[in-house]
């Protein structure tokens, strides 16, 4: 038998367990990456996400949902990846850059709180508004998408679009706890409209500085943050006129600051990177 080295970390409740490809040889996660992300039979987390090299960055993150599909981006997940960096001494700069499916992404280190645990600031880029490169098939041109009309199961619901790197679709509603997420989440995740899938988020705007937020993110089901998320959300609301250009997004599992100076500008996101725990995970000798 031979184990796998891991650590588990989270971003507002966005919970990774993260793979060191720069210290050792990870094996192929096919069928791995869900038994590592099972939380009843594995450690148990919404992605795994590997560090690797990378020849036009400064380091690669892969990012693996908890049914092993490879996705483009994690916001959350790359402010655990500069603390991890950090933490095992591989760089001790403030800000880098990280390759991902979405792009290169730069994060920077803001200091520790009282209770050591880090603070990430993270340059998201541009959002992507134009419907085809989202994509969706709802909408035309350049975009953006806002409040447009989606057939679900024969009920219009109205959802705004937005790329934060991967696709985000965002519901507006009474209140986010009294929604059935559950239901709506997957039927939406795999609407026709969206070829590539989506993640969905239900907020509720509380004032032009605040939003509260719950996210169904695709292939792994509802979890307690996710910071890609919030960035779409931000940005869809403020081109509704309904918030300010910095507010707080508030999740199930933390805050995230999120500030979008003009439309064309970059996104940037601050919230925590947080340590867990290190471990060994068993896996077959191949």
């Known amino acids: 038998m031979r184990f796998l080295e891991f650590t588990k970390m989270h971003g507002a409740g966005n919970d990774f367990v993260v793979l060191d490809a720069l210290a050792h040889e990870i094996p192929p996660l096919d069928g791995l990456a869900e038994r590592i992300a099972d939380r009843h039979l594995g450690v148990g987390c919404d992605q795994i996400l590997v560090i690797c090299p990378s020849e036009t960055a400064d380091f690669r993150m892969d990012i693996y949902d908890a049914d092993g599909s490879r996705v483009e981006m994690c916001g959350n997940g790359i402010r655990a990846v500069l603390a991890y960096l950090r933490d095992r001494g591989y760089t001790t700069a403030e800000e880098i850059s990280v390759e991902t499916l979405g792009?290169?992404?730069?994060?920077?280190?803001?200091?520790?709180?009282?209770?050591?645990?880090?603070?990430?600031?993270?340059?998201?880029?541009?959002?992507?508004?134009?419907?085809?490169?989202?994509?969706?098939?709802?909408?035309?041109?350049?975009?953006?998408?806002?409040?447009?009309?989606?057939?679900?199961?024969?009920?219009?619901?109205?959802?705004?679009?937005?790329?934060?790197?991967?696709?985000?679709?965002?519901?507006?509603?009474?209140?986010?706890?009294?929604?059935?997420?559950?239901?709506?989440?997957?039927?939406?995740?795999?609407?026709?409209?969206?070829?590539?899938?989506?993640?969905?988020?239900?907020?509720?705007?509380?004032?032009?500085?605040?939003?509260?937020?719950?996210?169904?993110?695709?292939?792994?089901?509802?979890?307690?943050?996710?910071?890609?998320?919030?960035?779409?959300?931000?940005?869809?609301?403020?081109?509704?006129?309904?918030?300010?250009?910095e507010l707080a997004i508030e999740l199930r599992g933390g805050t995230l600051r999120i500030e979008w100076a003009d439309d064309d500008a970059h996104v940037f996101m601050t919230g925590p990177a947080v340590k867990v725990f290190t471990g060994r995970f068993p896996i077959e000798e191949g």
């Not at 994509?135 to 937005?162: H, K």
């Not at 009294?178 to 989440?185: C, D, E, I, R």
């Not at 993110?217 to 403020?238: H, M, Q």
Request: glycine share 12%.
């Open 103 to 245: 792009g290169i992404v730069r994060p920077r280190w803001m200091g520790r709180d009282g209770h050591g645990v880090d603070s990430v600031r993270v340059d998201m880029g541009r959002p992507v508004l134009a419907p085809a490169k989202i994509p969706t098939r709802l909408g035309a041109g350049d975009g953006p998408v806002l409040d447009a009309a989606l057939d679900v199961d024969g009920r219009p619901i109205a959802v705004s679009c937005v790329s934060m790197g991967n696709p985000h679709a965002i519901l507006y509603v009474d209140d986010p706890e009294a929604t059935p997420v559950a239901a709506l989440g997957p039927r939406i995740e795999s609407h026709p409209a969206f070829p590539n899938r989506t993640n969905v988020e239900f907020v509720r705007v509380e004032g032009r500085d605040r939003i509260r937020q719950r996210t169904w993110e695709r292939g792994t089901g509802e979890t307690l943050a996710c910071g890609s998320g919030a960035c779409a959300v931000a940005v869809a609301s403020i081109l509704r006129r309904v918030v300010d250009r």
